[in-house]
C-alpha cells in the first residue's frame, strides 16, 4: 500500500507565498515522477507542476517564473513552493505520483487527500 500524505495549505493573500511538501509512504520500489495537480471549484483538475526522477520538470504556463518544484529523493518527498500567489491560485491541491509498488515495470498513479489553498485579493 502506497499513501501520499500533503502538508496543510492554507490562507494567503495576493502577492504572497506557501510551501506545500508531500510524502510518499508504504511499498515503494521506485518513484518515476512525484507532482503537483489542482481543482479550482466548477473546473477540472490541472497539471500544475511535476518533476520526473532525471530532474527534468513540466510546468504549467500560468506559474512558470512563481512556482518551484523540488524533491528530496532520500524522503521520497516533494515541495511546491509558490510565490507571487494570485487568487485565480485559489484551488485544491493534489499531490501524484507514478510509484512502482510491486514490480518495477509496473506503474500506477497515486493521489494524496488534496489540500485547500486560498489566495484572497
Known amino acids: ?10 490562507l494567503v493573500q495576493a502577492g504572497g507565498s506557501l ?3 508531500c510524502a510518499a509512504s ?3 520500489l521506485s518513484i518515476k515522477s512525484m507532482g503537483w495537480y489542482r481543482q ?4 477540472q483538475r490541472e497539471l500544475v507542476i ?21 524533491r528530496d529523493n532520500a524522503k521520497n518527498t516533494v ?19 507514478l510509484i512502482s509498488s510491486t514490480r518495477r515495470d509496473i506503474e500506477l498513479r497515486y493521489w494524496g487527500q488534496g ?3 486560498t489566495v484572497s485579493s
Open 1 to 10: 500500500q502506497v499513501q501520499l500524505v500533503e502538508s496543510a495549505g492554507g
Open 19 to 21: 510551501r506545500l511538501s
Open 26 to 28: 508504504g511499498r515503494i
Open 40 to 43: 479550482a471549484p466548477g473546473k
Open 50 to 70: 511535476t518533476i520526473i526522477n532525471d530532474g527534468s520538470t513540466n510546468y504549467r504556463d500560468s506559474v512558470k517564473g512563481r512556482f518551484t518544484i523540488s
Open 79 to 97: 515541495y511546491l513552493q509558490m510565490t507571487s500567489l494570485k487568487p485565480e491560485d485559489t484551488a485544491v491541491y493534489y499531490c501524484s505520483a
Open 115 to 117: 489540500t485547500q489553498v
